[in-house]
């Protein structure tokens, strides 16, 4: 599994090589990790781990998703010593030496060090009730949802559409994309949940030659998401998501900003069936207002629907081979994206606008932390406008190709 990482990364390597854009370099450096603990873990005051066994269940535990020992863990504790922890029994009280150290100490900061530093024991923690529709987690059943983690998470994803012919223009046009994400979940209050994710996503362009583009645009941005949720079967998100996307060719302006926002609610009516309805306003060339609804069907323990707008999976669970969960899947989303460019023939900042679809299917493995992702796929339905006065063109339907990995 450790040659995946090598894999994953591979895909985008040359392009950002290139680019020679440091921020990649830096997301993709992140991206290296080793195997990290059981996210149903624990830890005591002694440094030990504390496993919470759960009640065996009458399916086997290679049906069981995410939960390796599942028919272990539930009413009994058990101790079992961590590789590498270390305890110490002094109780003198901390000093810190300067401003810096006291920084450094901080829950949050501490956290994301540890995190990312692939050399640390991390303790990582999840949320049992909490289920995000358009999220990461699969649910499937009786097993209900994946647990939502918490603290935080790193998310990184190449993506090539090899080139493809252009209409309403000469040429043909290649794009490379890499997105990436650095997401922190914490509880601020009883059923209410804090999601900070930075993103950054880097677009590699070559093409059309009837047009002038950039070679590259950029989105930098923090969604802000409140998760609202209880005991009952209704939760919520509420989002605000502020972008900053531009080329380094001008001045930043109006163009170089979008404003988006969202928020839905899922009803769970049953363990098999769930509901969804909400709304997005996506900030682009035209406003657009973009429902979110749809339902989601969990019948057994192997498969989930989520027949959802703009974002829908079809999810198969292969089973637990050597401690590692294998999923199959057919993944749909349609999207819209604009950036602030200009444009050769034109003088001033221009915006612009790409929208598609795309169809995929793709295999994912869970370990622990750690998740592994590749896809093959085909995308369809693309247009390309600007607010000036550039005329819009399409695109011919292209294959593409993603591979990644969270953790």
Same mark, same amino acid.
């Given at each position: 599994?450790?040659?995946?990482?090598?894999?994953?990364? /591979?895909?985008?390597? $040359?392009?950002?090589?290139?680019?020679?854009?440091?921020?990649?370099?830096?997301?993709?450096?992140?991206?290296?990790?080793?195997?990290?603990?059981?996210?149903?873990?624990?830890?005591?005051?002694?440094?030990?781990?504390?496993?919470?066994?759960?009640?065996?269940?009458?399916?086997?535990?290679?049906?069981?998703?995410?939960?390796? !020992?599942?028919?272990?863990?539930?009413?009994?504790?058990?101790?079992?010593?961590?590789?590498?922890?270390?305890?110490?029994?002094?109780?003198?009280?901390?000093?810190?030496? $300067?401003?810096?150290?006291?920084?450094?100490?901080?829950?949050?900061?501490?956290?994301?060090?540890?995190?990312?530093?692939?050399?640390?024991?991390?303790?990582?923690?999840?949320?049992?009730?909490?289920?995000?529709?358009?999220?990461?987690?699969?649910?499937?059943?009786?097993?209900?949802?994946?647990?939502?983690?918490?603290?935080?998470?790193?998310?990184?994803?190449?993506?090539?559409?090899?080139?493809?012919?252009?209409?309403?223009?000469?040429?043909?046009?290649?794009?490379?994309?890499?997105?990436?994400?650095?997401?922190?979940?914490?509880?601020?209050?009883?059923?209410?949940?804090?999601?900070?994710?930075?993103?950054?996503? /880097?677009?590699?362009?070559?093409?059309?030659?009837?047009?002038?583009?950039?070679?590259?645009?950029?989105?930098? $941005?923090?969604?802000?998401?409140?998760?609202?949720?209880?005991?009952?079967?209704?939760?919520?998100?509420?989002?605000?998501?502020?972008?900053?996307?531009?080329?380094?060719?001008?001045?930043?302006?109006?163009?170089?900003?979008?404003?988006?926002?969202?928020?839905?609610?899922?009803?769970?009516?049953?363990?098999?069936?769930?509901?969804?309805?909400?709304?997005?306003?996506?900030?682009?060339?035209?406003?657009?207002?973009?429902?979110?609804?749809?339902?989601?069907?969990?019948?057994?323990? !192997?498969?989930?629907?989520?027949?959802?707008?703009?974002?829908?999976?079809?999810?198969?669970?292969?089973?637990?081979?050597?401690?590692?969960?294998?999923?199959?899947?057919?993944?749909?989303?349609?999207?819209?994206?604009?950036?602030?460019?200009?444009?050769?023939?034109?003088?001033?900042?221009?915006?612009?606008?790409?929208?598609?679809?795309?169809?995929?299917?793709?295999?994912?493995?869970?370990?622990?932390?750690?998740?592994?992702?590749?896809?093959?796929?085909?995308?369809?339905? !693309?247009?390309?406008?600007?607010?000036?006065?550039?005329?819009?063109?399409?695109?011919?339907? /292209?294959?593409?190709?993603?591979?990644?990995?969270?953790?």
């Amino acid at each position: 599994m450790q040659d995946s990482s090598f894999a994953t990364v /591979a895909c985008a390597v $040359s392009g950002v090589f290139e680019e020679g854009f440091v921020p990649v370099l830096v997301s993709l450096f992140i991206s290296f990790s080793v195997w990290g603990l059981d996210p149903l873990v624990d830890f005591a005051a002694d440094g030990r781990a504390e496993v919470q066994k759960q009640e065996s269940l009458d399916f086997s535990s290679s049906e069981v998703f995410g939960r390796t !020992r599942l028919d272990e863990r539930r009413n009994v504790k058990e101790q079992c010593v961590v590789r590498g922890q270390s305890v110490s029994n002094d109780a003198s009280p901390v000093v810190y030496d $300067s401003p810096f150290q006291l920084f450094f100490e901080d829950p949050a900061v501490k956290g994301l060090i540890e995190e990312l530093n692939p050399f640390a024991l991390v303790v990582l923690k999840t949320l049992p009730n909490y289920y995000d529709p358009f999220g990461w987690q699969m649910q499937t059943g009786s097993t209900g949802p994946q647990e939502f983690r918490l603290g935080w998470t790193t998310y990184n994803e190449a993506v090539v559409l090899p080139a493809a012919k252009t209409f309403g223009t000469t040429g043909t046009m290649k794009m490379i994309e890499w997105n990436s994400n650095l997401k922190y979940s914490n509880l601020i209050a009883p059923g209410v949940l804090f999601n900070g994710t930075f993103w950054f996503d /880097a677009h590699w362009w070559d093409g059309p030659s009837g047009v002038a583009l950039p070679g590259q645009v950029d989105q930098i $941005s923090t969604d802000l998401e409140l998760g609202l949720f209880n005991e009952g079967p209704l939760s919520a998100q509420i989002a605000f998501h502020p972008q900053v996307v531009e080329s380094y060719d001008e001045r930043l302006d109006k163009n170089a900003f979008n404003f988006d926002g969202r928020a839905i609610a899922t009803y769970r009516m049953s363990p098999e069936w769930s509901f969804v309805g909400g709304v997005a306003i996506w900030d682009r060339v035209d406003t657009m207002i973009v429902p979110h609804v749809g339902a989601i069907w969990s019948p057994n323990n !192997r498969w989930e629907f989520r027949a959802l707008f703009p974002n829908s999976r079809i999810s198969y669970f292969m089973g637990n081979w050597a401690g590692v969960d294998w999923w199959f899947y057919g993944h749909y989303e349609y999207s819209s994206e604009a950036w602030q460019s200009k444009v050769a023939q034109v003088p001033s900042s221009d915006r612009i606008q790409l929208t598609d679809q795309r169809l995929s299917l793709g295999l994912r493995c869970d370990q622990g932390r750690y998740s592994f992702f590749a896809e093959a796929g085909y995308a369809f339905d !693309r247009h390309i406008q600007f607010s000036g006065s550039t005329p819009a063109f399409d695109l011919q339907d /292209a294959a593409l190709v993603t591979c990644g990995l969270r953790y």
